[in-house]
Every structure is written in structure tokens, then in C-alpha cells.
């Protein structure tokens, strides 16, 4: 079966906070203004209007600089809130298109709407109809790039700012950066870009142009993932699809706890959870990550990354349980006590030891526990030194 | 100390010693080389305590004594230097050495021979000797599988077994094992079971090119193992501890055996390790038995984020199909260590071990560890 043409929306909105500014006082709409600290501070332009831009005045730019370039120019202090409220506004917009929003800051998402078309019509559609519902509800501008990947996607939002909408039909990814400076690309930053112009790499097209090898001998595996993507190539995914990165369990106390068997055996009971839910996600994790919080809500995480990845509670277990007696202090009581799997893989696997036989009896033992937990709930079955912890938690 | 030598051998003897000096070491005489005048030769040793390298380099020797210098400062200059000869002499008051080839001179400063610790060798009478060619085919197979991290310190070493009949080397880390057997020109009268740290073995592979034999001591307390070499010797200390009884680990009994075409196989794994880097290096082996003993390998590897690869071989095939994931790193290791045209894989079931042996060859034997695959 052929995969579905792949279509992705990159959304920015312009100037986001000025924007707002400029919608909270109509005033101020068309006039030279930035979002940022206050002039005479070490602050810097947080958002420029688009009137500002014309002045040359940029984002990051301190704001002592932004003034000698427009003496005229309106400076505002940050309003979070309102900020928040809209950006929320529009990624509730968002989702009503696609739950695949991969949300990267307040003021920018990518959109997969692979297979939307049936609902939404073509991507050039689904794209003014962002941009309608956008300006209508929210009352604020965007610019959007659509594309077969996100990198492409990205680019060509960019390049159509402000209120623009730039379509890259598929196979047209290379042709289209081609001409472009190789600084529009992701991951080239002034060294980069000054080393590849130092090669004659003016653009991207020039960059597509080299041969892989070269590219990989003079920058390593980053000369490769540059060649990639100066042909316009991406496979990233949006994130919103994937699945999640951690899953961790915490146990507020309703009174602190400094009694290192009490805490000893919330840890175990956690580690249980934790590794029955990775083995019904078919997942195994990297890492175990501990959370102490203090009656002060100091709170510290440490974390250890595993020499193989793991499902067994027993290993999560024994890592957590080091983690603890390293960080924790006899006598210290803790407010809560939090336990933490990273690194997941979906569908992976773990290394068997040749000299342990456990491990395979382990596994055994786990799955027939599983089975149990399934069939008559998680209260089913429990190891002994747990006994009465779940029965307790109803007290 | 007054000698001279050409610029290529001392440049070669000093490549031969460099990989023992100690690189981190509290001692400072340790990151030197040491140099003596030894008859009409002059010989250069290294050592950072656990392995030693002796090398002779032919001199003109006009003036007996010996001298420390840094390693580093040493082999850099010397191989800076053109193809010519070389005169050294020790400027004794001062301990440093004085380095003249053709308009080039350099004067190193020394720390003094005495404090260079001494290697004693040992008596001759239980020696076993061995081709170079076949010892460094047996160390390249079992090497690579000794543990590198320090955890349990036996498996960084390489258990070696001499007895009348021959050597037999074995090597594991936590999830594989090699074991590879072979007579040898010359064996012991006796049985003779040591742990030679796998540094050793593979510096003495390196070292060992050019000599057409290599003669093994160990010495009486068994601490030590010397390797003699026509103008090299390497000295190594012995790991101490007991190595795991590795002869109960290897399977007797299989329920799948299939045999492939070793460079296919290759093929078709280093394609699988492509997908499989993103995903703990996880490759599926799904092996079908056909009527007549034919059958087909299925060789995949899936990454979550990047795709899939999925190749398809004609093997022949015993037993039962199964479906078998291993670390596809661990798989190459060993195939690319095997010389025959084809290879077979014994195993039970998923969650014991994978058998590799070499069809048509006795004398070695690959066992790894499957990886658990959640589903």
C-alpha cells in the first residue's frame, strides 16, 4: 500500500505580541511599537511591529538600540496574560483541524493534515481556512507554509511573512529552497554558514549541489543532515503523534515522611506501577528518574540512564532504590516522592544476560502477573512487602 | 650511551612499544620510554604496569648505556625526521639525551634508567608456540566479545587454556561468548588455564605481524605471560579470579537450526542496522521452514521514527519457524569474523541463546543473547 501524500502546515503568527498590543489599544495599530524591557534596563525587543521591522529593528535587538533607530518608537511591557489567552484561542482553533498539532512556542505550531482532505478540502483550503477563522475570532495575523515536511514547511511560512501563505507543491521541495541563502536552514548558524560561504556554499542549492561524502568529511554526521535537508528532505514527525517520552507516578504524603522503610516501600509499589504500565505500552525505558520534594517544596530529580533498556520492575526498582540512597539523607522527611521512566522505545527490547538464568524465569513470573492484573484489576495481586499499601491509600 | 641507528627502524621499534606506555599514570617514569644498549642492538621498553613492550633495533652501538624519555617528545620528533641515520648520546650529568640526524638536533631530557621498573622473563621449559597467522585469526574471534566496561573484571579478560591438545581462547561480556580452539605447533605437557586481559591479546595482534611465530610463557606464578617474538616481546599481566564456567552456557540441543550464505547474511544485517541504530539496535529474524529442509530467513528492523527495512533469504532450515530478535551490532561481530561460506544459527526458543557456528568448521563457536522484545 502507498503512503498517503504527506501535507504539513507550518503556523506562525506575525509579530504575536505586538499583535496583541496593537488589539488591545486600536491606537496603536500601523505605529512603530516592540514588547520588551523597559528602556533603560538590560532589555531586550521581545516582538516589533511590523512598523518597527521597517526600521530595521528585530527581536533579541536591545532596546537602547531600537531607540536610536526609531526615536519615535512605542516600547510596551509584556502582557503574559493576555499573550496566553490568544495563543490558546488559536491552538484550540488548531486542533479543531487535526488533533496532530505539534504546538513549538506561544506563537507557533506545525499541523499534519495527512488524509485531511476528505474533511477539509486540499491543503491550500485547510490553510485559508486557518487563516479566515484566525483573523475573525482570535483577530490576530498569521502566515503559514504548507509542505510536504516540516522543514520545507517551515521555510516557506517564513518567507511568506507577514499575513502570507506559501504553498510548495510535493517534488518541487528542492527547486524551491534552491535559491534561498543557506542560513535560512535549520541548524546552520553564523559558524556554519560562515564555514560553508568560506567553501562557496552561497545557497541552498549550492549546498544540495556537493557531494555527501565531502560534506560528511569536512562536518561530520552534521554535513550529512545538511545535505538532507537542503534537498528538501525531512521525515520528522509531528509530535503530537508521538507517543510520550516519560511516564512517572508521584506520591504526595499526607503527612511528611521520613520513615526510610515507608518511603523504601512507596518507591517499590511505584516501580511496579510504572513497569506494569510500560509492559502494557509494549514499551521498555533508558532512564529512572527519582523526585524528592521537601517540606519547604525544595524540590530536587536525579536520574540515572540504564545500561539496557527495561520493562522489569525489579530493575527500575533496584536503580530508583540506589538513587534514593544516594540523594536522600536518613532523617530528612520528604512532602512528596515522585518515580519517573524515560527513554522510552516503543516496541523495543532489551539485551538477556548469558549468565543470568533470572531473567528469563522473571519475565515468566511478570507476565503471568500481568495477566492476573488484567483479568481481575490491579488490586488483584501484590507483592508481599506491599501487602496492605494499595488497601491503606482508601483509609 | 652512544649509538646510532636509522631513522625507519627506530621510528618502527617506538610505533611497536608506543601502545604501552602509560598514558595516565602517577608514575612520571612510566610515561617514558626506556632506551638501553643491549650487545650491538638497541633495545626500547615500555610499560604502564600491565602490559610491557620490549622491541631490539638494530644499532651501532659505541658506548653501552641506557637512558628514560618521555614517549611522546620522543616518537614525534623521531618521526619527524628524514630517512637517515640517527646518532644518540647520553649527556650523562644532565640525563638527557642528544639526538643528531643529518642538520636536525634535539636534546631530550631524561629521568634516569634506574628507576625504570624491570620485567623479569621467565624460564623457557614451559613454552608453547604458535603460527602468527592462525594466532591472529583466533584472537580477531574472540576479542571483540571480552566486556569493556570494568564491572566484572574476569570478562575483560580472555580465558586461554593450553593443554597437549591445543589452545582454546574464550571471551564474554554479559551477553556473548567466544570460544574458538585450535593445536598448535607446539603445546604444554600439562594443562595450563589463565585470563589474559583482552588489551594484551590484541596489542600482541598488532605487534605481531611480521614474525613468522610466536613462543607464550607463563611464568611459575602464574601472575605473568610473556609472548617472544624474533625482535619483540610483549609481557602482560594475568587477570586474577575465576572465569564463568562458559561450557554449561553453550546449548546442546536446538529446536531451530538454519544455515545461510554468510555474505548474504552479512548483506542483509548491515542493511537491519541502518533502521535499527534509532531503535537499541533491535533486529527480528523470522526463520520459515519450507518443505525439504529449504526455508526463508525474514531479516527486519523497525525505527519509530524513520521507517523500516525488511529482507527476505533462501536458507535452509531445521526445526521449528521462530522468531528471534538480537542486538544486530552483536550479530555482525560475529559474522564478520567468519571465514566459511556458510553460517548456521542454532536456537531453542526466543529467550535463549542463539548458537553461530561456521559450517564446516570445528573449531569455533558464537553464542548471543536474544533481546526480550516487548511484543
Given at each position: 500500500m502507498a503512503e498517503p501524500q504527506r501535507w504539513i502546515i507550518h503556523v506562525d503568527l506575525d509579530a504575536f505580541f505586538a499583535s496583541v498590543e496593537e488589539l488591545l489599544n486600536p491606537e496603536l495599530r500601523g505605529k512603530p511599537l516592540v514588547v520588551g524591557g523597559?528602556?533603560?534596563?538590560?532589555g531586550v525587543v521581545a516582538s516589533a511591529s511590523y512598523a518597527a521591522r521597517a526600521y530595521g529593528i528585530r527581536s533579541a535587538m536591545p532596546v537602547a538600540q531600537a531607540l536610536r533607530l526609531c526615536p519615535d518608537l512605542i516600547v510596551l511591557p509584556h502582557h503574559f496574560e493576555e499573550y496566553a489567552k490568544r495563543s490558546a484561542a488559536v491552538m484550540a482553533i488548531l486542533h479543531e483541524i487535526t488533533p496532530a498539532v505539534e504546538q513549538i512556542s506561544i506563537d507557533e505550531a506545525f499541523l499534519d493534515v495527512t488524509g485531511c482532505e476528505r474533511l477539509w478540502g486540499p491543503p491550500v483550503e485547510i490553510g485559508r481556512l486557518i487563516q479566515r477563522r484566525v483573523r475573525d475570532e482570535v483577530s490576530l495575523p498569521v502566515s503559514l507554509g504548507i509542505a510536504s515536511n516540516k522543514l520545507v514547511a517551515k521555510i516557506a511560512c517564513d518567507l511568506g511573512k507577514p499575513q502570507g501563505l506559501v504553498f510548495v507543491p510535493t517534488g518541487t521541495e528542492a527547486s524551491f529552497l534552491?535559491?534561498?541563502?543557506?542560513?535560512?536552514?535549520?541548524?546552520?548558524?553564523k559558524v556554519t554558514g560562515a564555514r560553508l560561504r568560506r567553501l562557496g556554499i552561497q545557497t541552498i542549492g549550492d549546498l544540495a549541489a556537493w557531494d555527501v561524502e565531502s560534506l560528511e568529511r569536512m562536518l561530520g554526521k552534521a554535513g550529512r543532515a545538511l545535505h538532507t535537508a537542503a534537498l528538501g528532505q525531512d521525515a520528522s514527525p509531528i509530535a503530537g503523534h508521538r507517543e510520550r517520552h516519560s511516564i512517572s507516578q508521584e506520591r504526595t504524603f499526607a503527612q511528611d515522611l521520613g520513615d526510610p522503610e515507608a518511603l523504601g516501600r512507596t518507591l517499590l509499589g511505584m516501580s511496579e506501577d510504572l513497569a506494569a504500565r510500560l509492559r502494557e505500552r509494549h514499551m521498555v525505558a533508558q532512564e529512572v528518574r527519582i523526585k524528592l520534594r521537601y517540606p519547604d517544596f525544595r524540590t530536587i530529580t536525579r536520574q540515572v540512564k540504564l545500561p539496557q533498556p527495561t520493562d522489569q520492575a525489579q530493575v527500575i526498582h533496584a536503580h530508583a532504590a540506589a538513587l534514593f540512597q544516594k540523594h536522600w539523607r536518613p532523617g530528612e522527611r520528604l512532602r512528596l516522592l515522585g518515580l519517573a521512566v524515560g527513554g522510552l522505545l516503543e516496541g523495543g527490547g532489551y539485551q538477556l544476560d548469558l549468565?543470568?538464568?533470572?531473567d528469563k524465569r522473571r519475565i515468566r513470573l511478570n507476565r503471568a502477573l500481568d495477566e492476573i492484573r488484567r483479568r481481575f484489576g490491579p488490586e488483584a495481586i501484590t507483592r508481599a512487602s506491599l501487602a496492605g499499601r494499595r488497601g491503606r491509600r482508601g483509609d | 650511551m652512544k649509538l646510532s641507528c636509522l631513522q625507519e627502524n627506530l621510528a618502527k621499534g617506538l610505533s611497536i612499544v608506543?601502545?604501552?606506555?602509560?598514558?595516565?599514570?602517577?608514575?612520571?617514569?612510566?610515561?617514558n620510554i626506556l632506551l638501553a644498549t643491549d650487545e650491538s642492538r638497541l633495545k626500547l621498553s615500555a610499560t604502564n604496569l600491565e602490559i610491557s613492550v620490549n622491541c631490539w633495533v638494530g644499532a651501532n652501538v659505541t658506548e653501552e648505556g641506557a637512558i628514560t624519555v618521555p614517549a611522546r617528545l620522543l616518537t614525534d620528533f623521531v618521526n619527524s625526521l628524514p630517512p637517515e641515520r640517527i646518532d644518540l648520546s647520553l649527556i650523562a650529568r644532565t640525563q638527557t639525551l642528544n639526538l643528531r640526524c643529518g642538520r636536525y638536533e634535539a636534546n631530550i631530557k631524561g629521568i634516569d634508567a634506574q628507576e625504570f621498573p624491570i620485567i623479569l622473563v621467565p624460564e623457557e621449559d614451559k613454552a608453547s608456540q604458535f603460527a602468527t597467522a592462525d594466532l591472529a585469526k583466533m584472537i580477531d574471534r574472540v576479542v571483540f566479545a571480552a566486556a569493556t566496561d570494568e564491572s566484572r573484571p574476569v570478562l575483560t579478560g580472555v580465558h586461554t587454556e593450553l593443554t597437549p591438545q591445543g589452545v582454546t581462547f574464550a571471551a564474554a561480556d554479559s551477553y556473548r561468548l567466544s570460544v574458538v580452539s585450535s593445536p598448535i605447533p607446539k603445546a604444554p605437557a600439562e594443562r595450563i588455564s589463565i585470563i589474559i586481559p583482552a588489551r594484551a591479546l590484541q596489542e600482541l595482534r598488532r605487534i605481531s605481524g611480521e614474525a613468522e611465530s610466536v613462543t607464550m610463557l607463563v611464568s611459575s606464578a602464574r601472575n605473568q605471560v610473556f609472548f617472544r617474538m624474533p625482535e619483540v616481546e610483549l609481557i602482560s599481566q594475568l587477570v586474577e579470579g575465576t572465569f564463568p564456567d562458559y561450557r554449561q552456557i553453550i546449548p546442546t540441543t536446538y529446536n531451530t537450526r538454519m544455515v545461510a550464505t554468510t555474505a548474504d547474511l552479512l548483506q542483509a544485517l548491515r542493511m537491519a542496522a541502518i533502521f535499527a541504530r534509532d531503535a537499541a539496535n533491535i533486529v527480528r529474524l523470522q526463520i520459515l521452514p519450507n518443505e525439504g529442509g529449504m526455508g526463508r530467513l525474514i531479516v527486519s528492523a523497525t525505527s519509530a521514527e524513520h521507517g523500516d527495512n525488511v529482507s527476505e533469504l533462501d536458507v535452509t532450515v531445521e526445526g521449528q519457524p521462530i522468531e528471534i530478535a538480537f542486538n544486530v551490532r552483536y550479530l555482525l561481530d560475529a559474522l564478520e569474523v567468519i571465514d566459511t561460506a556458510q553460517v548456521a544459527l542454532e536456537t531453542r526458543d526466543p529467550t535463549s541463546p542463539g548458537v553461530i557456528k561456521p559450517v564446516g568448521g570445528q573449531d569455533f563457536v558464537h553464542i548471543i543473547m536474544p533481546m526480550h522484545i516487548a511484543r
Open positions: 523597559a528602556p533603560g534596563s538590560r534552491a535559491p534561498l541563502p543557506i542560513e535560512r536552514l535549520w541548524g546552520v548558524g549468565f543470568a538464568d533470572v | 608506543g601502545r604501552a606506555v602509560a598514558t595516565r599514570s602517577t608514575l612520571p617514569v612510566l610515561s
